[in-house]
């Protein structure tokens, strides 16, 4: 009896949290905590099977592997929006609905169109019980393991909720996380991913549950279906849905006239880029559920419901050439060459294609005029061609089919849809992209040499690979093109002092495709020595924390290649760091793990840097901002007072140096 009251305590106590910071954006405790918390119930639940809750909130985690997604029968169908995109055609379609519900004043809900995933959830008694995708509207994927793992979508209800109905709404990825984790591709070696949406909607179809809890995906909801539900008005059905505990935006408002929701166009055209996710337009709705249902639907749409659609900042400008990209990874981007052009203002004189596929299926031509849009992405794209400007004797593109590098002939997996030049240790850009990513800042760090002099080097036959870099001399490098008797000093210099930088950077610096700098790290500390981890074996390595399938293979395969192995022999003959230090070895230990620190300020013993050192050495992590994951701010003299405010209202702990020592 005691152990389940604890149990129901730390749940209850738990969900509060979870909502808090999730939907309400207002932590309360620190993530420390609340991962103390958590543990502490996962561990109870794990000796304790016979209290299982399927909405407890150690199941946010995920875990649950979906082969294939179930296909199931909406209960009530999923329809579409019909679009506007113009005041007028708004205005016809408020004339249309007057004319029905004759000389009844008719108010509208004005909501925001997120762009994201449609997502139809059902609730009984309070509990989720399925999460379906909208599918061809009729029927749906049950991607319930995957939704669960949303914060923002509760488990269990709060309030005075109707037994049974299911809630819509869409499942986004704000521009942060997308970004993020778009950054970690792109340090991993991978390509990044197109836009948000498309990345959320991927999301929901992921077979593990535990990658989709590791994506920031945001759920929100918009209108809640059922029988015998007493709303009268949408605008009432959002108020109810946002004290059940569901994610309702601010920015829906009740409009009692037609110029009242131009008003609330003509704001969000203009403030959208403001908000922290997508939207694509505006959703006006009828806001009487008695004129909703006097008004009903169309084969496809409700007639009470119309979407304004914002008008992308697009330009039309002539696409002179298609030039292909090799990147690091032998991957190859297609990219327009454009007649410069304005745009949201800036220049724009390039734009992404994406790949083969793309091209073919907007018919892009060289010589074409082409309209171009700043959508969610950083690069703008191509939408689509002009067609009444094509030139007379205009040809279809061809893709390349050999490397414009090396002229290798080009592979696609299947599946993929990006075209790879294979021939990884032969083509000049895949070489030179290994080499600049060695030298880089976070890597070897090397002074004195940058990515155009890497290019240069190459190119006159000097260096092939970064092992190369260690045999150059003074004389070598004098006759150079721009290079004085200092430079070349200082390159020699700076190669020769790269021998200190530590394993785990030289660890990173090798390039292994998926081995960013926070894996390297992990293998360093799991592994200490290049030479255990060279023989370790796929299993071995997804044994290490944090260290899944597809890392572990590109580990095992970079190290079984006859050409590495070499590099890596000639590298420690040159006395690159393939250990852990024996003073970090000594120093290092687990104390602070699981922890965060945020460091800001000027300290009286230790540099910032050290500091940083000290937390990672004992196994904490370090942050760089202060979010409800920080378990401790260490602050120091001249602190900015907005950390503070940021720290004192998230709850997190704020410790001096000295109680930093202490901890150790
Ligand atoms: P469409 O896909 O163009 O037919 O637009 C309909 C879709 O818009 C719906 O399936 C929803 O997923 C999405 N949507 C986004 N925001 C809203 C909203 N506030 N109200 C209704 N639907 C919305
Ligand atoms: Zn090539």
Redesign the pocket.
Known sequence: MEIKQKIENLRTELREHNYNYYVLDNATISDFEFDMKLKELQALEAKHPEFYDASSPTLRVGGTITKNFETVVHEHR????D?SYSKEDLEDWEKRIQKILGDAQVEFTC????????ISITYENGLLVRGLT?GDGFQGDDVTSNIKTIRSVPLQLKGDYPPKFDI???IVLPFEGFAKMNQERIENGEDPYMNPRNTASGSLKLQDSALVAERPLDC?L??IVGVNLGIESQFQMLEKARSFGFKVPKA?TLCKTTDEVLEFIEYWDKHRHELPYETDGV?I?VNSIQHQEELGYTSK?PRW?M?YKFKAEQVSTVLNEITYQVGRTGAITPVANLKPVLLAGTTVKRASLHNADQIEKLDIREGDTVFVEKGGEIIPKIVGVDFTKRPIHSQPTQYIDHCPECNTPLERSEGDAKHYCPNEYGCPPQITGRIQHYISRKAMDIEGLGGETVELLFKEGLIENYADLYLLTKEQLIPLERMAEKSAENLVKGVAESVKIPFERVLFALGIRFVGETVAKKLARAYKNIDGLMMATVEELMSVDEIGQRIAESVVSFFRNGINIEIISRLREYGVQFEVSADKLENQTDILKGQTFVVSGVFENLGRDELKKLIEDNGGKVGSSISSKTSYLVAGDKMGPSKRTKAESLGVPIISEADFLNML
């Open positions: 999923m329809y579409s929006l679009n909501e925001l169109k997120y762009d994201g995933a449609s909208r819509r709404g869409e929100l918009y209108s829906a959703v709705k749409s419901a979407a």
